[in-house]
T-cell receptor
């Protein structure tokens, strides 16, 4: 079963707007990661947030983590057409921390 | 560095045929993974390896076998392909046993089983 679930499944915005997508998970985690996948390509790591962190920034990306609610959010500010992609959250699958479980993803479409 | 490469990029099989997907990484990573991606399902872990000579089952291992004879290569085998194995397969690798390592993905292999 999926550990992470992204919401919404699809999001359409205009260039310059902010995009927010959310991820909920079921069990305790060590860290949560966000990945991007452009159409027909492999996944690319965006940002990692540890369980003892609440917020993290990387360029136009801002990630928050609320372990009490078992949820995370990814905010992309001042979006660009090049941000059009699918975004996945991923969490560790077991206590040994050897593999990630991915959610089903949010498909973001940014129009100019 | 080529990163993570996958061979082949695309393949069509008939039901019952066998094939091997090859994943290679040149980053000296210890961990390697095979995922499948289906529409609306996200990525699901098939098998993974924590080092040369080791393999372990993931979420959906049935119908697949893997081998990690060399550190840089991770092979995924389908002994008797079924239409349900039509999917896009991604290989990934990560550096060490540390739990906070990110994964690097290959470009994927599209497999169609008729």
């Amino acid at each position: 079963s999926q550990q992470g679930e992204e919401d919404p499944q699809a999001l359409s915005i205009q260039e310059g707007e902010n995009a927010t997508m959310n991820c909920s998970y079921k069990t305790s985690i060590n860290n949560l990661q966000w990945y991007r996948q452009n159409s027909g390509r492999g996944l690319v790591h965006l940002i990692l947030i540890r369980s003892n962190e609440r917020e993290k920034h990387s360029g136009r990306l801002r990630v928050t983590l609320d372990t009490s609610k078992k949820s995370s959010s990814l905010l992309i500010t001042a979006s660009r057409a090049a941000d059009t992609a699918s975004y996945f959250c991923a969490t560790l699958v077991n206590q040994a921390g050897t593999a990630l479980i991915f959610g089903k993803g949010t498909t973001l479409s940014v129009s100019s | 560095n080529a990163g993570v490469t996958q061979t082949p990029k695309f393949r069509v099989l008939k039901t019952g045929q066998s094939m091997t997907l090859l994943c290679a990484q040149d980053m000296n990573h210890e961990y390697m993974y095979w995922y499948r991606q289906d529409p609306g399902m996200g990525l699901r872990l098939i098998h993974y390896s924590v080092g040369e000579g080791t393999t372990a089952k993931g979420e959906v291992p049935d119908g697949y076998n893997v081998s990690r004879l060399k550190k840089q290569n991770f092979l995924l085998g389908l002994e008797s392909a079924a239409p349900s194995q039509t999917s896009v397969y991604f290989c990934a690798s990560s550096y060490s046993i540390m739990t906070q390592e990110t994964q690097y993905f290959g470009p994927g292999t599209r497999l169609l089983v008729l």
